[in-house]
């Protein structure tokens, strides 16, 4: 049933949702239902990209800030800080406003701008689990800090990790969504479902379903990782996993 | 300090504000850096920033000769070294942020205009917000897993996995477009000088009551997730059980052991929340139309304005910074256990 969401149809402008097209059809005619499909290609896709480098910056950084201590330690807490005071959707308003937009560049500075929360749950896992008596065994056996790093911390910290993961990838949907919906992110003929909401914006008197079915993907995407986000924490955080056994 | 006075003798009383004013002046001093940082990284990302502010107000056709005389005007032909630190002087002795290319008039000028809008809305919004979802966490914590908690924990998962502008969108078309009861932007009417006093105010409330809404019911959905989680967690703690074993009313265990321990992390997830309630008030303001921060940036940086942009960037971060300090000075009072010592990194 999807069509090509490009094609335009200049009979069937602004249909609402019937049995040809389930979804409706917008100003160009376009089959609402396919742009919508299409566009969830890019809003996941950046979504997951974005999470992807944010989360391996922030579990790098948050590594070696707990597991050294220290200067490094401090210096790099104080960057976090700094990271989080700017809005993230100023810098991105700031950089994407002054170029042409480009899906690149809106997926660097997403991914700059994401992974501080990471960081500071992974080094605050890190200074817990550098307690423990296999990692001490460990280090007193003499192994290399990388083999302690990567084999006795890291396997342990993979839990929290995950989930702040699942969660971040429905908050990099939403802002995305927003970027495209004031016209900085994605740009037409190619469409998120942040544009496509952006036009249904503009015609919110006429055709209602734009907006509602644009809208409807982006929450019921989001909320499924959520979901998933908070299950996950449910089974592998031992605290209340306890709880709920 | 308020939490002080209960503590007994009057020595530890002053120990106690000794520590706290200790505390607060290191703190202070230490804002200082990290805003300073803060500005001259905005500085920065804004000049290096791909794009020229001399194009924007040229056709594409005018000569070279033109786009000098126009980046001579702005200083933007020196380098950007000597512009920085013409920029960090004149800010740090006048808090002049320079003028607007595209006004002409000082930027900190137009920004303390739009900053009312701004500071109305998020206001407002945070009120409704702390206050529904306040009470909806308590009371569906108290009821976890019935009917009421899921119902409610359902619809809030909803609006919290909802971005805000997309409330705002959909109140918009149904109240505003639809239905045809509230004004869809802007903060008063056109005729709103010539109505009376009471006229006046009826007319600026009927305007904010969209956007509030909007951003109200996304800033509860926030806060419900975190005071429900925290007071179902400390329900389940041990002391809480012992308080039920020595005959403790259920009221008293709510209210008085399980919501005081809940309300602390409240406190420090509004100060870490507060850039992403800066961001979700920006687009709201621009869904709606409204004179504030939010227009002001996004005008801004399609204008490649940049005296403004790093004005209000800076200002961002300023409140944001001071976000967090306020919060971990409240987070001070309402728990004395804290130890200041370890808490300046």
């Known amino acids: ?245 | 300090m308020d939490s002080g006075e209960r503590a007994p003798g009057n020595r530890r009383l002053t120990e106690r504000f000794e520590e706290v004013s200790a505390f607060l002046f290191r703190r202070l001093i230490g804002i200082v850096p990290v805003v300073l940082i803060g500005a001259t990284l905005i500085f920065i990302i804004v000049h290096l920033a791909p794009g020229d502010p001399t194009t924007i107000f040229l056709d594409p056709n005018a000569g070279a000769n033109t786009r000098e005389q126009i980046a001579e005007r702005f200083g933007l032909d020196r380098p950007l070294a000597t512009q920085y630190l013409k920029w960090l002087s004149g800010v740090i002795v006048h808090f002049d942020f320079g003028n607007s290319f595209s006004t002409g008039r000082p930027a900190t000028e137009m920004i303390v205009e739009a900053l009312g809008p701004t500071l109305i809305l998020t206001g407002f919004s945070l009120i409704f917000g702390i206050l529904i979802g306040t009470l909806l966490g308590i009371f569906a914590a108290i009821r976890e897993g019935r009917a009421f908690d899921k119902t409610i924990s359902a619809v809030m998962l909803f609006f919290y996995s909802m971005p805000s502008f997309l409330i705002g969108v959909l109140l918009l078309g149904l109240f505003a477009v639809r239905l045809d009861w509230l004004p869809s932007s802007q903060m008063t009417s056109l005729f709103h000088e010539q109505l009376s006093f009471n006229g006046r105010i009826v007319d600026s409330i009927r305007h904010l009551i969209l956007p509030v809404t909007t951003l109200g019911v996304s800033f509860s959905a926030v806060f419900f997730k975190y005071i429900r989680g925290s007071m179902v967690e400390s329900l389940h703690s041990n002391y809480i059980l012992a308080a039920r074993a020595r005959g403790v009313s259920s009221g008293k265990i709510f209210f008085k052991y399980s919501l005081r321990n809940s309300l602390l992390p409240l406190i420090s997830t509004i100060g870490l929340s507060l850039p992403m309630l800066f961001s979700g008030a920006l687009i709201v303001e621009v869904v709606f139309s409204l004179p504030g921060m939010g227009r002001v940036m996004f005008y801004a940086a399609l204008a490649r304005d940049y005296p403004v942009i790093i004005a209000a960037g800076s200002l961002a971060f300023l409140s944001v910074v001071l976000g967090n300090l306020l919060a971990d000075i409240l987070y001070m009072v309402a728990d004395p256990r804290i130890r200041l010592k370890g808490r300046s990194s």
Do not use: C
């Open chain 1, 1 to 245: 049933m999807p069509q090509d969401p490009y094609a335009q149809n200049l009979e069937e402008i602004s249909q609402p949702p019937s049995l040809a097209h389930p979804f409706g059809t917008d100003f160009f005619g376009r089959d609402l239902f396919s742009r919508i499909l299409y566009g969830g290609r890019l809003s996941l896709t950046i979504g997951i990209v974005v999470t992807f480098f944010a989360v391996v910056i922030g579990t790098i950084i948050g590594m070696v800030s707990g597991y050294f201590g220290g200067w490094p330690d401090a210096a790099l807490m104080r960057f976090v800080d700094v990271m989080l005071g700017f809005p993230r959707l100023f810098i991105l308003l700031t950089v994407i406003g002054f170029t042409r937009p480009s899906f690149g560049l809106m997926l660097a500075v997403l991914s700059l701008f994401s992974w501080m929360e990471v960081a500071r749950i992974v080094r605050a896992e890190v200074l817990t689990v550098r307690e423990r008596l296999y990692v001490k065994s460990a280090v007193a056996l003499g192994l290399s800090r990388r083999r302690v790093l990567f084999r006795y911390i890291f396997p342990n910290i993979l839990s929290p990790i995950i989930v702040s993961a699942t969660l971040m990838v429905g908050s990099v949907i939403v802002i995305e969504s927003g970027l495209s919906f004031i016209g900085m992110g994605v740009q037409p003929p190619d469409a998120s479902w942040g544009t496509i909401l952006n036009q249904g914006f503009q015609d919110l008197a006429g055709a209602w379903w734009i907006t509602l079915f644009s809208g409807l993907a982006i929450v019921v995407t989001v909320i499924g990782f959520n979901l998933v986000g908070d299950g996950l924490r449910n089974i592998l955080d031992s605290k209340t996993g306890v709880r709920e056994s």
